[in-house]
């Protein structure tokens, strides 16, 4: 391939990479992109060709898309664009329209720099829409291409500065050059380097950006925001949420988010917590007037306290990758006691519930801390304190409640023969998951579905359990609420983290005991309804481990901030730390060896070494003979000193053959006049070391020596 063509093919994979770029970010629409890359299929068509758009013309369209591109961003205005996208998809018009204009119109070196520009524009474009990691595979082929093309640029463009006649040489006919001509003609390697040189730098790039990337100071921010893609229909984590929402996000497989813990303790019932309402009016759970009150937490140096825990030990640390979702709900581990983040601050309701300001969709990371620890079962069997006068509002009950669901509470309670509210709460739970079937359709209805759900259809979905756990409480006198949350999701292990899905939504209830202060967990819907599904097979791995480096991408390059350097910064000083005493230990046990060992080790060392010295000089000696093998010195440096006295003893063995050399003839004239094929070859080999500046290899040296001492054979015979 020719410099000339391989710089074109180059300029064009520059130019296309960037738009493939652009639209894997979501900034250009698929036929836009295809109707693209066939307008560069034909501007590689006409090249060269009297087809192609003058200068002037080309000038000309270029001023037009000025007064296109504000009639497009009215009109994407006009469509309804969202105002996070206002004028994007008006830019991304613009510059394709643009790379076309160039594209197809007769290039000079300015053309090409224009072109290489909006292939710049289109990346940086792109960077500002996706948070993806396959931006990353779009950025480093566009950075391969377009180093590739700025080498092969430079040097058109020195060589178009260049006459032809100033890169001619003069090479003696006799040279290397002409000798190897015959093989390099079969193929033209005037650029087969510099794809090499451009991979080579590419790395070196990117080896000394990683550096600066991780210690470069950082504002940090936990939101992440790009417009689009966001979920829109999270529904069930709002102030009021009617039966049978949940049941309709459990539908829905897509991801809300990603949860890392720090570290598992055994028994602990993973659920992530959401919203918790107190206020049911028949057919729809609500927040009362007095948990929408909500406190303000400030932050302070990075963590939000939102609660209090007796110990530290206790917690049980998250991260959190939330996707971008329509809901401004903190999800964590049962009782948040803080949230680490660059949040300015977060608000807490009544219920212990954690919320940020409603804010546009974006994707947040951040750590919640957790008192996951619960009460002993016999303390809570135990308890038999009074509730607050603040709490009778969980106890509050529908104005037209079926009174058979009061004697259905009562009922199971007799026949378990509880006698304590931890009891009764196990009794209830028991009984649910035990009577009713588990389903996704929303089968009970009419103006009381409570009822028709526990004396009709018996079977729903997690809502319907909840809700009847809850009010079969409060008929009891017990404080009860229904929280919405998400079940633990599928555990990635390539991850190590767990991958939460809309259909992993769940609603429990929490019931109070005065005496510990704490709000349980009690699950009343079968197992059934609280099973996760398992992915399996080779696409399921092979997206376990996409989803693993997505997650990585997101915490280690998008989000990373100030706290993610100081959490690295930790790691490696740890790591730093047990390399350091790991190679105490191992230099100290190697001494204590040495000194308990020496003579043994001295001798061994000794006895080594001495058998790879005659290894070393038997090789010597094979491949050079006695003479040279035993002389110190490499073979390359004695080159010119042996063809000389290779020559010399030539001449002498000549002699007694009566083979006198004229002092009219040079030493090849004299070799090419005798009929022997050895001299000559001798001779020239001679002439190369001496007049040409060159080196014998090892090979040709033995070959010499070998052929002088058969002389020397015939001769004394």
């Known amino acids: 391939m020719s410099l000339e063509t391989y710089f074109r093919s180059l300029s064009y994979a520059m130019i296309a990479a960037a738009t493939l770029a652009l639209l894997l970010a979501g900034g250009l629409h698929v036929v836009l992109a295809i109707l693209f890359y066939a307008a560069m299929v034909v501007a590689w068509k006409l090249e060269g060709t009297r087809w192609q758009l003058s200068e002037r013309t080309g000038l000309v369209i270029v001023l037009l898309s000025i007064p296109l591109f504000i009639l497009d961003w009215y009109y994407q205005k006009s469509t309804g664009e969202p105002e996070g996208r206002l004028g994007v998809n008006a830019l991304a018009h613009l510059i394709i329209f643009l790379a076309v204009v160039k594209l197809l119109q ?57 006459a032809p006649s100033e890169t001619r040489l003069l090479v003696a006919p006799d040279s290397r050059i002409f000798k190897n001509s015959s093989r390099r003609s079969k193929r033209n390697v005037e650029a087969s380097r510099l794809p090499w040189v451009a991979v080579v730098l590419l790395v070196l790039i990117f080896v000394l950006a990683l550096p600066l990337f991780l210690i470069a100071p950082r504002t ?118 803080a949230i680490r983040s660059d949040f300015p601050s977060l608000w807490v309701d009544g219920e212990g519930s954690v919320q940020r300001r409603r804010v546009g969709l974006g994707r947040v990371m951040y750590n919640a801390l957790s008192d996951m620890t619960r009460p002993d079962m016999s303390v809570l069997r135990s308890d ?56 996704l359709e929303m089968k009970a209805t009419g103006s009381d579905p409570l009822a028709d759900f526990l004396f009709n259809v018996k079977a729903g979905h997690c809502e319907y359990f909840s809700t009847a756990m809850a009010v079969m409480l409060r008929t009891r006198g017990i404080p009860a609420r229904v929280v919405n949350g998400f079940l633990p999701g599928e555990y990635n292990d390539a991850a190590g983290a767990y991958t939460v899905r809309q259909s992993d939504a769940h609603s429990w209830v929490e019931v109070y005991f005065p005496e510990s202060r704490a709000w349980v967990t009690f699950d009343p819907t079968p197992l059934a309804g609280r099973t996760e599904p398992v992915s399996q097979g080779l696409t399921a791995q092979l997206g376990k481990y996409a989803e693993a480096f997505e997650l990585f991408w997101f915490q280690y390059v998008v989000g990373y901030d100030q706290q993610e350097q100081r959490s690295l910064a930790a790691s490696l000083n740890s790591q730093l730390f047990s390399f350091r005493h790991s190679l105490t230990r191992t230099v100290s046990g190697i001494s204590n060896s040495v000194a308990a060992n020496g003579r043994v080790l001295i001798l061994a060392g000794a006895t080594v070494v001495g058998v790879f010295l005659l290894f070393f000089i038997g090789d010597r000696v094979r491949r050079f003979g006695w003479r040279r093998g035993l002389t110190i010195g490499s073979a390359a440096a004695s080159a010119e000193q042996s063809s000389v006295v290779f020559f010399e003893k030539l001449m002498v063995l000549l002699a007694r053959r009566g083979m006198q050399r004229d002092s009219h003839l040079t030493p090849l004239e004299f070799a090419g006049s005798l009929d022997f094929h050895a001299a000559l070859k001798i001779t020239r080999a001679y002439n190369r070391v001496r007049f040409g500046g060159q080196k014998l290899s090892p090979a040709e040296l033995r070959e010499i020596e070998q052929t002088l001492n058969e002389l020397e054979g015939a001769t004394q015979q």
């Open 106 to 162: 007769v290039k000079k070196n300015r053309d090409w720099v224009f072109l290489y520009l909006i292939s710049f524009f289109s990346i940086l474009l792109a960077a500002g829409l996706s948070l993806s990691p396959v931006f990353l595979a779009s950025l480093t082929l566009y950075l391969l291409f377009g180093l590739s093309t700025i080498i092969a640029f430079e040097i058109q463009k020195s060589k178009q500065s260049v």
């Open 220 to 337: 940090g921010a936990s939101m992440l925001s790009r417009s689009g893609g966001g979920l829109t229909n999270l529904i069930g984590f709002s102030e009021t949420v009617s039966l049978g929402e949940i049941g309709s996000l459990k539908k829905d497989n897509a991801v809300v988010m990603h949860i890392r813990l720090d570290e598992q303790r055994l028994g602990q019932d993973l659920r992530w917590r959401g919203v918790a309402l107190d206020e049911f009016n028949g057919r729809a759970w609500k927040k009362s007037s007095v948990a929408r009150g909500a406190a303000e937490k400030k932050n302070d140096k990075g963590l939000i306290p939102v609660s209090t825990t007796e110990a530290l030990d206790r917690l049980t640390t998250q991260t959190v990758f939330l996707e971008a979702i329509e809901t401004p709900v903190i999800f964590a581990a049962s009782r948040p006691v």
């Open 384 to 439: 038999d304190q009074l509730d607050p006068a603040a709490f009778e509002r969980y106890k509050q009950l529908p104005a037209r409640l079926d009174p058979r669901i009061e004697a259905r509470t009562n009922a199971i309670v007799v026949n378990a023969q509880a006698r304590n509210r931890y009891d009764i709460a196990k009794a209830i739970e028991s009984q649910l998951q035990i009577d009713y079937g588990y389903s």
